[in-house]
């Protein structure tokens, strides 16, 4: 048989039997005596209020297993808080020097950071490509072993779709050119947007549990700078 039917049948008979003893079979008793009443009349009435009993101790039953279910749903509750508030939050931020002469001047135009929001200590930060609206260039940002309270600078380069990758040694010939790779990271979308948007994924680790978090960097070419909020 099946053990639910076996657990409910055992709590529908506690429920029962004490109902069964209880003041209302002597109250009836008392009436049957007092009113005279038949044999007949007075079984009819027993099985009656006996049948009336078992719906009583259904909803007893019922009862008593639903407030166990709320109760264990709001310790899981109180868990699963418990267990998100903890959980690692990320922060991104940028530093952007604004305007076109300016960036053409700069060296470094934008600088990026990341750095432990709260929860537990994130590490193995790794973030996906980005790439160029028209998708002639990537950007990539450099793997951090893991958050600090305070912002810590992350390196980046951008490469073009197709082309070899520059070692460390054909950069220092040519100098630092991230300033100007990065404008035409920029330069390669589509003329109609004022604000150009790039979703960027940071993956990392939670004890042994791999996390994604989302930002979005925007780009404001009205003002020709990033934005500093890189919230989803």
């Known amino acids: 048989m099946n053990p639910d039917i076996i657990a409910f049948g ?14 209302l079979f002597t109250c009836l008793g008392m009436w049957i005596f007092y009113a005279d009443k038949s044999n007949t009349w007075a079984i009819r009435a027993t099985f009656a209020l006996a049948a009336f ?46 305007g076109p002469k300016t960036w053409r001047e700069h060296p470094v135009p934008v600088t990026f950071s990341v750095h432990h929001l709260s929860g537990r200590v994130p590490t193995g930060i790794r973030f996906d490509p980005i790439f160029s609206l028209l998708g002639k260039f990537s950007l990539h940002f450099d793997a951090v072993p893991h958050a600090e309270k305070h912002p810590k600078g992350i390196g980046y380069r951008v490469e073009q779709v197709g082309a070899p990758r520059l070692s460390a040694h054909d950069l220092e010939k040519i100098g630092n050119m991230e300033g100007e790779l990065l404008r035409q990271f920029l330069d390669d979308s589509p003329p109609e947007p004022i604000e150009l948007s790039y979703n960027l994924n940071a993956h990392f680790k939670d004890g042994e549990e791999g996390r994604t978090q989302s930002f979005r960097l925007t780009f404001d070419r009205a003002r020709f700078r990033f934005l500093p909020n890189t919230a989803i």
């Not at 506690?14 to 069964?20: H, P, R, T, V």
């Not at 639903?66 to 959980?87: A, C, G, T």
């Open 53 to 98: 009993c078992v719906l009583i101790a259904c909803y007893l039953a019922w009862r008593d297993e639903h407030v166990r279910v709320r109760i264990l749903e709001d310790e899981r509750s109180k868990l699963l808080e418990r267990y998100f508030d903890e959980r690692p939050l990320l922060g991104l931020e940028n530093h952007s020097v604004e």
């Open 10 to 23: 055992s709590a529908l008979g506690k429920k029962w039997w004490a109902l069964m003893s209880c003041a």
